[in-house]
């Protein structure tokens, strides 16, 4: 089982300044299981709380990498550990939060709004990130000072 919760309360439309480390939260996938293995599937606002428009996966990553280091303003992202572990720093400009993934079985949600850095990956992981959005460079917020400052001007 995951550690934070399985449901999925529909909060994911929440604006980029409202979100805060509370709404990032663990996800259980289904898991089938037989003698020849597992097969974990999910499906788009359902199993996953918004439309997947991209899927991409982080792999061959070396010893003592930083992954993230940013925030985005519109895209949700779900993160899975399918093979191996890594830790996942989130940050919501006030309080932060540290989550291990280490199961392929089980996803982190992300809304937007949430500075996050990916960390202590194992030897060989592989994690797949599934997006709310197709690939946009102006989504991203990677200046720390200037997140923090945004963040602000919302409370
Ligand atoms: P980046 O998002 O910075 O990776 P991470 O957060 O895992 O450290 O992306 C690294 C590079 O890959 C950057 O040049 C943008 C490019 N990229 C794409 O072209 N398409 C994508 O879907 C993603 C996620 C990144």
Known sequence: MCEISKHFDGTNSRRFDLTSVTDCRLIDLPRITSHQGSLTAV??????????????????????????????????????????????????????KSVRLDRASCGLYIPQGIWREMNKFTSGAVCVVLASTPYRSTDYIRNYASFVEQKQQAT
Not at 49 to 72: E, Q
């Open 43 to 96: 499906e788009s606002k359902t199993t996953i709380p918004f439309g997947i428009a991209r899927v991409y996966y982080l792999y061959d990553i070396p010893g003592g990498a930083t992954r993230g280091g940013h925030a985005h303003v519109e895209l949700e992202q779900v993160l899975v550990s399918v093979l191996g572990a890594c830790e996942v720093i989130l940050d919501d400009g006030g309080r932060t």
